[in-house]
């Protein structure tokens, strides 16, 4: 028999298309690479001592290091961020008949376990300059049945913990910290993931501490963290799942559910994680000084942050663009030129979540009429949503570009983005023009 091309094959029959998701140079004026020797060296040794499956050492020292750093009493890993939402859920004691309230502007796994657990998702608004989630239009769609809020620390920047607390504090609803993609991020001197009730990382392919798949759950709070392992940990008893004795007689096996990390990526995470405090520094270095070089750059502006915040991690760099002050350029004009100079620029990635047709329109998950996101046509009572509900979001996202982030960039490679983008800015108008007249 002849040889397979598989690329030419039905996904069906062994010719899906390859997907990798993880961190990529950024050209000449970022030769950064994310993994080194030392990632690899770590899960070859790691590979020969059969560290492969379980609470290993390596594992146990990196919930340790985690938990040192973010000021958390408990930590443990899982297999992605999803399931350490997942975790935070259940560890809150989230269930059928719940609501859980979340921004819309976000990605999907942050509120994905929500409907799982029999929880309907509640979404609201952002501020229109920090793109946080917005507390007081939280607070209007706080319902009896409302258990927790997911609060996501979007792009690295940080939400205005000051206001969630006290928003919590009055109507007793649990702060979920979604730190996904703001790793060694601070408000006012503390760690972000541990200042709500429960705090959620992702340790995904390209997030700045990476375990090719990973994540991790983080808790004060012992009654979450020991429901957090009873839902995730199977057959991991010795020394840590347990603090006291309330779930004694459900171990070693729990729940039956094991969304326990795979050790060589925990492995990888630990030499990524010394690394965590250089990195950010470069990223924050090379974003401070673009965003200090937009001042006086008409149509653009940066993110703002709430007082005390310090962002880290830095996921994306997104910055605003306003077409009326760039000389009635739209953004996507905008982003086309800044690429034909050289930029790496794009628009916002994340669709708003009650735009898709799940939440919009409703969905019968488990079948029967029997799903939190069912619509009176299939039994439940589920509103789904409408273009429009969510104004501010709807119009800020689609005004944002996002910028590359820079982590070992080169001398003057900031000078070089800022330059770009007063390139295109002074000649707006006239591109703008152009436009118009091959519209015509």
Same mark, same amino acid.
């Given at each position: 028999?002849?040889?397979?091309?598989?690329?030419?094959?039905?996904?069906?029959? *062994?010719?899906?298309?390859?997907?990798?998701?993880?961190?990529?140079?950024?050209?000449?004026?970022?030769?950064?690479?994310?993994?080194?020797?030392?990632?690899?060296?770590?899960?070859?040794?790691?590979?020969?001592?059969?560290?492969?499956?379980?609470?290993?050492?390596?594992?146990?020292?990196?919930?340790?290091?985690?938990?040192?750093?973010?000021?958390?009493?408990?930590?443990?890993?899982?297999?992605?961020?999803?399931?350490?939402?997942?975790?935070?859920?259940?560890?809150? *004691?989230?269930?059928?008949?719940?609501?859980?309230?979340?921004?819309?502007?976000?990605?999907?796994?942050?509120?994905?376990?929500?409907?799982?657990?029999?929880?309907?998702?509640?979404?609201?608004?952002?501020?229109?300059?920090?793109?946080?989630?917005?507390?007081?239009?939280?607070?209007?769609?706080?319902? $009896?049945r409302t258990r927790a809020i997911v609060a996501v620390h979007l792009w690295g920047n940080v939400c205005d913990m000051d206001a969630l607390m006290k928003l919590s504090e009055e109507t007793g609803v649990a702060i979920i910290e979604d730190c996904s993609h703001?790793? @060694?991020?601070?408000?006012?001197?503390?760690?972000?993931?541990?200042?709500?009730?429960? #705090?959620?990382?992702?340790?995904?392919?390209?997030?700045?501490?990476?375990?090719?798949?990973? *994540?991790?759950?983080?808790?004060?709070?012992?009654?979450?963290?020991?429901?957090?392992?009873?839902?995730?940990?199977?057959?991991?008893?010795?020394?840590?799942?347990?603090?006291?004795?309330?779930?004694?007689?459900?171990?070693?096996?729990?729940?039956?559910?094991?969304?326990?990390?795979?050790?060589?990526?925990?492995?990888?995470?630990?030499?990524?994680?010394?690394?965590?405090?250089?990195?950010?520094?470069?990223?924050?270095?090379?974003?401070?000084?673009?965003?200090?070089?937009?001042? @006086?750059?008409?149509?653009?502006?940066?993110?703002?942050?709430?007082?005390?915040?310090?962002?880290?991690?830095?996921?994306?760099?997104?910055?605003?663009?306003?077409?009326?002050?760039?000389?009635?350029?739209?953004?996507?004009?905008?982003?086309?030129?800044?690429?034909?100079?050289?930029?790496?620029?794009?628009?916002?990635?994340?669709?708003?979540?009650?735009?898709?047709?799940?939440?919009?329109? #409703?969905?019968?998950?488990?079948?029967?009429?029997?799903?939190?996101?069912?619509?009176?046509?299939? *039994?439940?009572?589920?509103?789904?949503?409408?273009?429009?509900?969510?104004?501010?979001? $709807?119009?800020?996202?689609?005004?944002?570009?996002?910028?590359?982030?820079?982590?070992?960039?080169? $001398?003057?490679?900031?000078?070089?983005?800022?330059?770009?983008i007063r390139k295109v800015a002074e000649h707006a108008e006239e591109l703008a023009e152009q436009v118009a007249q091959a519209a015509d």
């Amino acid at each position: 028999m002849g040889k397979t091309n598989h690329e030419n094959l039905p996904a069906a029959l *062994g010719g899906a298309p390859v997907f990798v998701q993880t961190a990529e140079s950024q050209g000449k004026l970022d030769p950064w690479r994310q993994m080194t020797e030392a990632e690899a060296q770590i899960a070859y040794d790691m590979t020969l001592r059969n560290e492969l499956s379980g609470g290993t050492p390596v594992v146990r020292e990196f919930e340790q290091m985690w938990r040192e750093k973010h000021a958390t009493r408990f930590a443990v890993s899982v297999i992605n961020g999803t399931s350490a939402i997942h975790s935070a859920m259940f560890g809150l *004691g989230i269930g059928p008949g719940d609501e859980v309230i979340t921004p819309t502007y976000n990605w999907i796994c942050s509120i994905a376990p929500a409907p799982m657990l029999m929880a309907r998702p509640v979404f609201c608004d952002i501020h229109p300059q920090t793109l946080m989630i917005d507390p007081e239009d939280a607070r209007r769609r706080i319902t $009896e049945r409302t258990r927790a809020i997911v609060a996501v620390h979007l792009w690295g920047n940080v939400c205005d913990m000051d206001a969630l607390m006290k928003l919590s504090e009055e109507t007793g609803v649990a702060i979920i910290e979604d730190c996904s993609h703001a790793h @060694g991020a601070m408000y006012k001197g503390r760690p972000c993931g541990s200042i709500g009730h429960v #705090g959620a990382w992702s340790l995904q392919g390209s997030k700045p501490t990476s375990a090719g798949e990973g *994540g991790m759950v983080g808790t004060n709070d012992v009654d979450i963290f020991e429901r957090a392992c009873l839902i995730g940990q199977v057959n991991r008893v010795a020394g840590l799942d347990l603090v006291t004795d309330k779930y004694k007689h459900l171990q070693p096996l729990g729940l039956g559910v094991k969304f326990r990390a795979h050790p060589l990526g925990i492995g990888i995470a630990s030499v990524q994680m010394k690394k965590l405090d250089e990195l950010n520094a470069r990223r924050r270095n090379h974003i401070q000084t673009v965003e200090a070089g937009l001042a @006086g750059i008409r149509g653009v502006q940066p993110v703002a942050k709430y007082e005390g915040a310090e962002p880290a991690g830095f996921y994306g760099f997104p910055i605003h663009h306003d077409p009326e002050e760039m000389g009635g350029l739209s953004t996507d004009r905008f982003i086309d030129a800044l690429n034909k100079e050289g930029l790496r620029a794009r628009g916002n990635g994340y669709p708003l979540l009650h735009t898709l047709p799940l939440f919009a329109d #409703g969905f019968d998950i488990f079948t029967r009429g029997r799903g939190p996101l069912c619509t009176p046509e299939m *039994g439940g009572d589920y509103q789904g949503y409408q273009p429009g509900d969510f104004p501010i979001a $709807e119009k800020v996202c689609s005004r944002l570009v996002f910028l590359p982030v820079f982590s070992a960039p080169v $001398e003057n490679a900031a000078e070089q983005v800022i330059a770009a983008i007063r390139k295109v800015a002074e000649h707006a108008e006239e591109l703008a023009e152009q436009v118009a007249q091959a519209a015509d």
